[in-house]
């Protein structure tokens, strides 16, 4: 429709100066005329330049004017031609803005004589403002002194119209051609490809965004905490087990069979396979002994301990569990210094709550070595949490059955304007590692926090449902900014 017309015009006419006044002439929107002349432009067929217009348009004060008269004008016509109207009368007759305005201007114009009874001073007055304020709405243009006594009282504002001149362009025609986008087996059969006119490649188009995966945020997390660990020399530990036997989950770990967290009120214990099937019987002598009569400087916990507790099997409530198989096996060997972490899943029994799952990721780090203080666990976790932008920590003495002391660990967070718990850390017991066959002077250090916490606070989620499970909002998996853990 417009096409044809510009098209049509220019067939005729050297040029179109002024797209809106072509739009209003031929009844088009000057939307659709604008967007016809950028297309038409941008295959040459016309060449458009910008024309600009400053115009002024009423205000929403200034339309009411235009349409019921300017207050001083409604107030004039409000009083009495003969006598008086009590003030109070007159405001009752007004709207408030309508009375307060129209009461200062037909003051200043000395229209009435406004004392507590108002009166007229003049016979007849003319309404200028509604009459120029009327002209500009047709679009007329007004002398400077009206332009700024209109503004002045915010009765009209600029506006920039913009619009187009349109001339006849180098690949101009009264119809635009056809151009083919692209040449096929028909155009080849029928050989009109000789007269087709094809459109020329836009090489810097881009493609449609490829629909590709996306990485859910805890494993944009898990990945960035991987490299911390990488960077700072630590091995991977394999966690692809989460059933796990009492005896590496608990035993093994000194932690004792009547303690509250081997109750099936806080771990999954199996149906089936109910129990593990072999355990290193050597090993097993020496943390029964340990459980029962201590050792190695310490009285043990001085109860039965029982074989088929820890056969039970569970799904493991810490990663930790893994920790206890590879220091097992590390103490095999000949002593060697050793990092280890580990990223995965774990299992609690625990009440479902805005931040706790049945389930969330554990991560852990330790570091096994001779004479390992811990300073030397303070020092590892100030610089593993700095990698993370927590640099301010505090430490806060803990408790845990497998080691001994333990620190709870805080950071300040910025955003959060609060100290914030950050994890857990401690130095492995004795009754874990000696059992073990590690020399005396062999100390682990170790700590723990969890995936999820991490990863709520730094994309801003406030229900880990709304990060785990069937709730997930996958749109916002997929707009989410990998966010930078305030590396780099
Ligand atoms: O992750 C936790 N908090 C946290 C961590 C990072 C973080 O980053 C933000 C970007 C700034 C924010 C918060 N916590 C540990 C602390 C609390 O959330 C706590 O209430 C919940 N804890 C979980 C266990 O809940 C029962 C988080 C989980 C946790 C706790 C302890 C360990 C691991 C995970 C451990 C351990 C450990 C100790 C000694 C030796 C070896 C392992």
């Given amino acids: 429709m417009a096409e044809e017309a510009i098209l049509g015009y220019l067939a005729t006419s050297e040029e179109i100066p002024d797209s809106g006044q072509f739009a209003s002439q031929h009844g088009f929107q000057h939307n659709d005329v604008v967007n016809v002349i950028k297309s038409l432009h941008g295959f040459r067929y016309i060449d458009a330049q910008d024309i600009k217009r ?14 019921d008269g300017s207050p001083e004008v409604q107030l004039f016509l409000a009083v009495p031609q003969e006598g008086s109207i009590s003030k109070d009368e007159l405001q009752k007759k007004l709207e408030p803005s309508v009375f307060k305005i129209g009461c200062s201007q037909a003051g200043k114009n000395k229209w009435v004589d406004m004392g507590k009874q108002v009166s007229r001073k003049v016979q007849h007055v003319e309404d200028k403002v509604k009459d120029l304020l009327i002209r500009i709405q047709k679009g007329e243009a007004l002398g400077k002194d009206d332009i700024n006594s209109l503004k002045a009282r915010k009765l009209i504002v600029a506006q920039t119209w913009k619009g187009y001149s349109v001339k006849k362009g180098p690949n101009y025609a009264p119809t635009r051609k056809k151009v083919a986008t692209d040449l096929t087996r028909e155009n080849l059969q029928r050989g009109d490809w000789k007269e087709l006119e094809f459109k020329e490649y836009n090489f810097n188009a881009k493609g449609p965004p490829a629909e590709a995966g996306h990485l859910h945020p805890l494993l944009k997390v898990k990945q960035q905490l991987k490299n911390i660990f990488l960077q700072l020399g630590f091995e991977e530990m394999p966690t692809n087990n989460f059933v796990e036997s009492s005896f590496w989950n608990f035993d093994a ?19 089936v396979p109910s129990t593990t099937r072999e355990l290193p019987e050597d090993y097993v002598k020496l943390v029964k002994r340990v459980h029962e009569s201590g050792g190695y400087g310490s009285r043990g916990y001085m109860y039965d301990w029982k074989r088929e507790e820890a056969n039970k099997n569970l799904l493991r409530t810490h990663t ?15 002593f060697t210094p050793k990092r280890y972490f580990s ?20 991560i852990e780090g330790l570091v096994c070595d001779k004479g390992l203080t811990l300073g030397d666990l303070i020092g590892v976790l100030n610089d593993f949490f700095s ?13 845990n059955p497998y080691t001994e002391p333990s620190m709870e660990i805080f950071s300040y967070h910025e955003g959060l304007k609060k100290w914030v718990e950050i994890g857990n850390s401690g130095m492995f017991r004795p009754e874990m590692l000696l059992p073990m066959g590690f020399p005396e002077d062999v100390r682990v250090i170790a700590w723990g926090l969890s995936l999820e916490r991490p990863t709520m606070i730094l994309y801003g989620v406030d229900n880990i449902r709304d990060l785990f499970g069937h709730k997930v909002d996958l749109s916002l998996m997929k707009r989410n900014p990998i966010c930078r853990l305030g590396i780099d």
């Fill in 387 to 399: 990698r993370l932008g927590m640099s301010k920590l505090r430490f806060k003495p803990a408790y």
């Fill in 54 to 67: 400053e115009s002024w348009v009423l205000t929403d004060e200034g339309k009411m004017y235009a349409a």
């Fill in 253 to 271: 770990l000194f932690q004792p069979q009547q303690h509250p967290a081997r109750d099936s009120h806080d771990t999954f214990f199996l149906e």
């Fill in 320 to 334: 930790t569990a893994v920790s206890t198989r590879m220091l097992y096996a590390l103490a095999k060997q000949p």
């Fill in 343 to 362: 990223i995965d899943r774990v299992f609690r029994n625990e009440s479902v709550d805005r931040t706790h799952l049945a389930e969330f990721h554990q």
